[in-house]
């Protein structure tokens, strides 16, 4: 009796495995892209919550603002700190699927089965998921520097003097 040849997924040569590895690349420099734009939210996350906790305390100094400014701080500090949150939620959800697009590239290979829709699809939707975290992050940018735009202040220098 003889077996019909039938090529598995571990039929294939090393040049092939080769080509796949290098089409798996470009997605690997996105997510090490995303990775570190989570550390900058995480840290934008931590200085939030580091002032919040900061402004709660009964020991606060004598040189911060009156109670209702104090108020009003922590509101805002409350506002970025949900916009960080849903930002790094979105983010973390596109690195995911950007994981899950490399496994189906190989799955692709490996099995000979079409997948492109699957990798199209998926490759979209991290990138619209990327692009809701973005902008949830330049809102939040938005919102911290929101209260510097009527002081007119200065770094280093104070405020400026608003001439007639």
């Given at each position: 009796?003889?077996?019909?040849?039938?090529?598995?997924?571990?039929?294939?040569?090393?040049?092939?495995?080769?080509?796949?590895?290098?089409?798996?690349?470009?997605?690997?420099?996105?997510?090490?892209?995303?990775?570190?734009?989570?550390?900058?939210?995480?840290?934008?996350?931590?200085?939030?919550?580091?002032?919040?906790?900061?402004?709660?305390?009964?020991?606060?100094?004598?040189?911060?603002?009156?109670?209702?400014d104090?108020?009003?701080?922590?509101?805002?500090?409350?506002?970025?700190?949900?916009?960080?949150?849903?930002?790094?939620?979105?983010?973390?959800?596109?690195?995911?699927?950007?994981?899950?697009?490399?496994?189906?590239?190989?799955?692709?290979?490996?099995?000979?089965?079409?997948?492109?829709?699957?990798?199209?699809g998926?490759?979209?939707?991290?990138?619209?998921?990327?692009?809701?975290?973005?902008?949830?992050?330049?809102?939040?940018?938005?919102?911290?520097?929101?209260?510097?735009?009527?002081?007119?202040?200065?770094?280093?220098?104070?405020?400026?003097?608003?001439?007639?």
């Amino acid at each position: 009796m003889m077996l019909d040849y039938n090529p598995c997924m571990f039929d294939l040569h090393v040049t092939e495995i080769a080509r796949v590895v290098q089409l798996v690349i470009t997605p690997a420099f996105l997510l090490a892209g995303i990775g570190t734009f989570l550390n900058v939210m995480t840290q934008r996350l931590a200085r939030v919550i580091d002032r919040a906790i900061e402004l709660s305390r009964d020991d606060t100094p004598l040189a911060l603002p009156p109670e209702r400014d104090v108020l009003d701080l922590v509101d805002k500090l409350a506002i970025r700190a949900k916009l960080i949150n849903r930002a790094i939620a979105l983010c973390t959800s596109a690195a995911i699927m950007v994981c899950l697009l490399i496994a189906l590239m190989f799955l692709d290979a490996l099995l000979d089965i079409d997948m492109s829709w699957a990798v199209g699809g998926i490759f979209v939707l991290a990138m619209l998921t990327m692009l809701s975290g973005l902008i949830l992050f330049l809102r939040e940018v938005f919102v911290a520097t929101e209260s510097l735009r009527g002081r007119h202040v200065r770094a280093g220098r104070g405020p400026l003097r608003i001439q007639a």
